[in-house]
């Protein structure tokens, strides 16, 4: 009882504090005991595990013991340590298509916790960067010697002050470790790999050809900078225009909407309740605690699941401390963490299935998504034949550098609720593609239409990708789309109509005004 009131007075107070920093920090905790941080694993309490999301929705719940060898699984996975050869399927097209462009999405890579466990040692991570250190990447030094002349670019304020590159020997909390540069260097030649026989970008790119934006972290900002090198090793810093978002969401001027965070606060109010449901969850933080010497409280505000993730994504055993004066100690256990993630993919299984969180997710991204399909209007527009291209060239590749909190929303929004929970150096790839320009035999078998200059040319299609996966047939507004009758690819018009008009209905509106503040504009 004293809980919930504490809780719902902590709802109200924190309504308060939503309005005022919204803007900065989209992903408020209401939960009592949990500090407020802008970068959690996952979306509510307690930090989580990378995990299939979609696959365990008819999950029994297994009995703890046979659950470690599948925490480990997850973990791995989450970690996404940038050692193993990986799919990639960005860039691949029928013949003849034409990339007109590419903007992409990426979660910041390995980073150090951004909690610490009280009375346990801090893992020993250096965040210097080292080509004598595991893992490391060719590029690995001249990137680091390119980010010394960052002086060269243009900076929006305030990212002209934030470090270019991890450079403690005591990582500091959420700093980006050497594995998160390496995991976006890798990230940025696979794609280079992908889109060099396209030509997606001349050579030399003009300024505004290339977009990069990102939020005030340093993990985020560092984290485009490698992909970017990776992508154009030894890019002209002088074309380089490096963007700030204020907000998590990339919301840009449109952040203002009270019912998102209502969706949110209901949210986190139907994760509150179903971890206080659960017994086993509780039993684990109390008897952490004890290990530890610790109040449950102040157990459960610092977060473990994020320390111990580091543990394992470093290799680094779990953290003990000796206790009393016979010099015995105690340890985490894997089986604990076992327990914490369980209660995650519970948790997973639950939101999906109340909906509350999908509609949080489309207002969330919605500026975003809206944002994104006018750079496709635009570059197509700015394709047609016999129009004049814009002095400079269009936007073609767009990186946005983000966290979980953005890419977690994005997937959802976009109906990709069965992905995986953002791991380090997740990307999400849109790709907009022209199909050759019709025949005269295809223009006469089409009639009249074909008639008119403008049918001569090709048709716009759409591809999303994540995690080097093609996801396109997965998304809301081409799952139903018969790709075997017609064209091999979704057609950009249907991402047009979701974007403009459809993805509202899961909030029974029609715009973004009506959704966010209750009436039609
Ligand atoms: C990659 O690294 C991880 C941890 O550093 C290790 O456990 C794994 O065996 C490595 N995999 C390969 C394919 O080298
Ligand atoms: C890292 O920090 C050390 C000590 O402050 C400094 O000497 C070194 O030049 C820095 N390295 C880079 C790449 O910034
Ligand atoms: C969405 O894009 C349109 C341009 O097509 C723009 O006028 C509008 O302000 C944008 N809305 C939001 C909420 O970003
Ligand atoms: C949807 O909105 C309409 C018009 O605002 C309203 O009449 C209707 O009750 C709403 N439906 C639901 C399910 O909320």
Not at 258 to 268: G, H, S, T, V
Not at 362 to 388: D, H, S, W
């Amino acid at each position: 009882m004293l809980a919930r009131n504490r809780f719902l007075l902590l709802v109200m107070v924190g309504g308060a504090v939503l309005a005022i920093i919204s803007l900065s920090l989209q992903f408020l905790n209401l939960m009592p005991t949990t500090p407020v941080v802008e970068d959690r694993l996952f979306q509510g309490a307690d930090g989580g595990v990378g995990v299939a999301l979609g696959k365990s929705r008819k999950r029994v719940f297994p009995v703890p013991h046979t659950q470690e060898p599948d925490a480990m699984a997850g973990a791995s996975d989450y970690c996404n340590p940038p050692n193993r050869s990986e799919q990639a399927r960005e860039g691949h097209s029928p013949a003849d298509y034409k990339l007109l462009s590419v903007q992409m999405m990426i979660r910041h890579g390995d980073r150090y916790p951004i909690y610490s466990i009280p009375k346990t040692r801090r893992p020993p991570i250096d965040c210097t960067l080292s080509n004598s250190r595991k893992p490391s990447h060719p590029l690995l030094n001249s990137f680091i010697s390119h980010m010394g002349k960052g002086g060269h670019g243009h900076w929006e304020s305030p990212l002209s002050s934030v470090p270019r590159l991890p450079n403690h020997s005591a990582c500091e909390m959420g700093e980006l470790t050497q594995t998160g540069v390496v995991q976006h260097l890798r990230n940025g030649q696979v794609l280079q790999q992908a889109y060099r026989r396209h030509n997606l970008l001349p050579p030399n790119w003009s300024p505004s050809q290339v977009w990069f934006e990102t939020t005030g972290k340093s993990r985020t900002l560092q984290s485009g900078l490698a992909l970017l090198y990776g992508f154009q090793p030894d890019f002209d810093w002088t074309r380089l225009t490096v963007r700030h978002q204020l907000s998590t969401l990339f919301c840009g001027s449109a952040c203002d909407c009270p019912a998102r965070n209502r969706y949110l606060e209901e949210e986190q109010r139907r994760q509150y309740r179903i971890r206080v449901s659960d017994t086993e969850l509780e039993r684990t933080y109390v008897e952490m605690a004890r290990t530890l010497g610790l109040p449950t409280r102040q157990l459960r505000a610092a977060n473990p699941i994020d320390s111990l993730l580091c543990h394992l994504c470093h290799g680094i055993p779990f953290p003990c401390v000796s206790t009393g004066n016979s010099g015995t100690s105690g340890c985490l256990t894997m089986a604990q963490f076992a327990v914490i993630r369980r209660q995650q993919l519970d948790d997973e299984v639950d939101r999906r299935k109340e909906g509350l969180y999908h509609k949080y997710a489309i207002l969330a991204m919605y500026p975003y998504l809206n944002r994104t399909a006018n750079k496709m209007e635009r570059v197509a527009r700015g394709n047609e034949a016999g129009r004049l291209p814009r002095p400079g060239g269009e936007e073609v590749f767009t990186l946005s550098s983000a966290h979980d909190v953005t890419v977690a929303p994005l997937l959802s929004a976009l109906g990709l609720e069965d992905s995986r929970f953002p791991r380090f150096a997740a990307r999400l790839v849109f790709e907009l593609w022209k199909s050759p320009p019709a025949s005269q035999g295809q223009l006469k078998k089409r009639g009249s239409k074909g008639e008119k200059s403008k049918a001569k040319d090709g048709e716009l299609f759409l591809r999303v990708l994540y995690n080097g996966e093609d996801v396109t047939f997965h998304t809301t507004f081409c799952r139903f789309y018969d790709h075997h009758a017609g064209q091999p690819l979704c057609p950009l018009k249907n991402f047009l109509s979701f974007v403009r008009r459809d993805i509202f209905r899961a909030v029974n509106a029609t715009s973004y005004q009506e959704a966010c503040h209750g009436s039609p504009l």
